[in-house]
């Protein structure tokens, strides 16, 4: 198939390959095996899903999906908290990590393998009281009128979303590649896989698309969510410009 990152089908493609590529050993080089993460989470859940927390009221009881859910380390967390949590991913090695984390923790979580954008075919729609999504999400999806239908979906009536992910201005302005200074820029971008040791090195290259706030919230507003509260939270790195933001919405 001709490259072309602008083409969704292609972009999946090269995105799943490169999430697939020896990252159950990227896990274990940056945090330890499951077993050693697992007892950082089981000492204190709560920390891991701090951003998440405050805007789900009481999580025991609760059936949440972690979307994206990467290595398992937040649906774990909030296993520990007592929900009934399932992951909706298409990384094998993070599933396998995720898996072995769970077991390590002593609590369950179910991980379905799959690209999130087709989750509607996993019999799951309308069975969840909370979505959440953490970090790194949106920029590997092209659509994303679709992409929030489909969470819509996933949500019960009355269901939340909370979206805590890196700010547009920091993504758009002074982080990702080829699109520095545009905030407006449309442009579907090529960018590396990160590298959760912090060496570096090269795990593999995926398409990404930076949407900018408002793109976000219109879409998540136009597939049926009421939009409650929008916090924007400082770089991690520069205090004076906005590093993440979260959004909390209501399934109508």
């Known amino acids: 198939m001709t490259s ?7 972009a999946r493609d090269l995105n ?15 945090m330890g095996s499951p077993e050693v993460e697992a007892r950082t989470l089981v000492a204190d859940p709560a920390y891991k899903v701090r951003r998440l927390l405050p805007h789900l009221g009481e999580i025991a009881g609760q059936r949440i999906c972690s979307i994206q859910g990467s290595n398992g380390r937040v649906a774990v967390a909030f296993a520990l908290l007592g929900a009934e949590v399932t992951v909706i991913d298409f990384g094998e090695d993070n599933r396998r990590y995720a898996l072995e ?28 009281d909370a979505l959440v999504m953490e970090l790194g999400i949106l920029h ?5 009128a679709r992409f929030f239908a489909v969470m819509a979906g996933l949500t019960r009536p009355g269901g939340r979303m909370v979206l805590n992910e890196f700010h547009p201005v920091e993504r758009k302005l ?20 990160p590298d959760p040791t912090g060496e570096g090195r090269n795990l593999g290259q995926c398409a990404q698309r930076f949407w900018t706030l408002g793109e976000i919230v219109t879409a998540a507003i136009g597939a049926g969510f009421v939009a409650e509260r929008l916090e924007e939270l400082p770089s991690w790195t520069d205090p004076t410009i906005p590093g993440m933001f979260t959004l909390v919405a209501k399934r109508s």
């Open 4 to 10: 072309n990152p602008s083409d969704p089908t292609w």
């Open 174 to 193: 002074f982080v990702a590649p080829d699109v520095l200074h545009d905030y407006f820029n449309a442009e579907v971008v090529m960018g590396a896989v």
């Open 16 to 30: 799943r390959e490169s999430w697939n590529a020896g990252r159950y050993d990227a896990w274990v080089r940056a």
């Open 140 to 144: 590997y999806h092209q659509d994303l």
């Open 101 to 128: 984390l769970a077991a390590a923790a002593g609590v369950r979580i179910d991980y379905r393998l799959g690209d999130v954008i087709e989750a509607g075919s996993l019999g799951l729609n309308g069975v969840f």
